[in-house]
C-alpha cells in the first residue's frame, strides 16, 4: 500500500527537539527516515512506500500526516534534511562558485531535461559546492511539509570527514550499491580523487567498476581499503573479498542505541542516512 509506514523502530527517550536531526532518505517506491542526537545516539528508523504520483497539494499533506503520525518531530529540530540520489551532478569549488550558473554547470557535462530541478548544497569537508537534480514536484512537497528543510545530494554525504580521515593513512574507496548503480567516492592523503556513479546492470558489472576506478586511480597498494554499503548482497561482497587486500561494511559514522532493536539493524544498508 502506498502512503504507509512499512518499518518503524523507535525509542521513547525524551530528547528536545532543538537536539536532533532528522534525515530523510528518496528511494523510487518511497523514503528512509532516522532520527539522530548530536551525541549519535540513533532514536528512530522508518522505511516508508509512498506515491510520488500524487498532485502536490496533496503529496505534501501526506508527507506531514505520517510523521505527525509517528510523533516525529518536524519543526525546531537541529537539521532536517532530504538526500535525494542524483544522477546529474558536479562539484564546483568554493572561490569558481556562482549561483546563478547551476544549469550551466550541469550542463556542461550532462544533457539535462528543461523540466528537471536543479539545486545546491555545500559540503564543508571537501569546500566545495554540489550542484544537482532532483524532481521539482517531489522536493517541493517535502519543502512544504517542512520548511526549512534542507535538500542535498546522496554523492555529498558520502563524501564526509568520516571517509576523509581514514584517507590519512592508506587510498580509501568507498562504494554505495544501489539498483543498477554503483556509486563511487576515493579518497587519499585526505584529497577526494573521484566521485561517480557508474550503471551496473548485475554484481560482475559492479567489480569492474570497482576494479577500474582502482587501476585507473593507481590505488593499487596493499593498504588500500575499500568501503562498501548500500544494498551489498552476499554475492558482491564475496566477490569483492577475492581482489581486494581490505574489504569492510561501512555503517556511516559510529551510532549507540537503547532500543535493543537496533542490535540487528543492518546499518550498512542506510549508511546514507547515518553519515
Not at 556542461?108 to 548544497?121: A, K, T
Not at 511539509?145 to 592508506?170: E, F, K, M, T, Y
Not at 548485475?202 to 596493499?222: F, G, I, N, R, S
Request: net charge negative.
Amino acid at each position: 500500500m502506498p502512503n504507509q509506514v512499512t518499518t518503524i523502530i523507535t525509542s521513547d527517550k525524551a530528547v528536545a527537539n532543538n537536539e536532533l536531526r532528522l534525515s530523510i532518505c528518496l528511494r523510487t517506491n518511497g523514503f528512509s527516515f532516522s532520527v539522530v542526537t548530536p551525541t549519535q545516539e540513533l532514536l528512530t528508523f522508518g522505511d516508508v512506500n509512498f506515491d510520488f504520483l500524487m498532485p502536490l497539494g496533496e503529496m505534501s499533506k501526506a508527507i506531514k500526516s505520517l510523521f505527525d503520525n509517528q510523533g516525529i518531530p518536524t519543526f525546531e529540530c537541529r537539521q532536517v534534511r532530504l538526500i535525494v540520489q542524483s544522477d546529474h551532478f558536479v562539484w564546483v569549488p568554493k572561490h569558481l562558485y556562482d549561483p546563478m550558473r547551476d544549469r550551466q554547470y550541469l550542463q556542461m557535462v550532462s544533457n539535462l531535461p528543461m523540466e528537471i530541478g536543479v539545486f545546491h548544497s555545500y559540503n564543508e569537508q571537501i569546500e566545495s559546492y554540489m550542484v544537482f537534480t532532483a524532481p521539482v514536484d517531489i522536493v517541493t512537497a517535502f519543502k512544504l511539509a517542512i520548511p526549512g528543510i534542507d535538500v542535498v545530494c546522496h554523492h555529498s554525504v558520502l563524501a564526509n570527514d568520516n571517509i576523509q580521515a581514514r584517507s590519512v593513512q592508506h587510498p580509501v574507496v568507498l562504494m554505495h550499491v544501489r539498483e543498477g548503480v554503483g556509486d563511487f567516492e576515493a579518497y587519499y592523503n585526505n584529497n577526494l580523487l573521484l566521485s561517480n556513479s557508474y550503471p551496473a546492470a548485475d554484481q560482475k558489472e559492479l567489480l569492474y567498476h570497482a576494479l577500474d576506478v582502482m587501476k585507473t586511480l593507481h590505488l593499487e597498494t596493499p593498504d588500500m581499503e575499500l568501503c562498501i554499503c548500500g544494498e551489498v548482497g552476499r554475492e558482491i561482497y564475496g566477490m569483492l573479498q577475492h581482489y581486494f587486500p581490505n574489504v569492510t561494511l561501512y555503517t556511516g559514522n559510529h551510532i549507540t542505541f537503547s532500543n535493543p532493536q537496533f542490535q540487528t539493524f543492518p546499518t550498512y544498508r542506510h549508511a546514507l542516512l547515518l553519515s
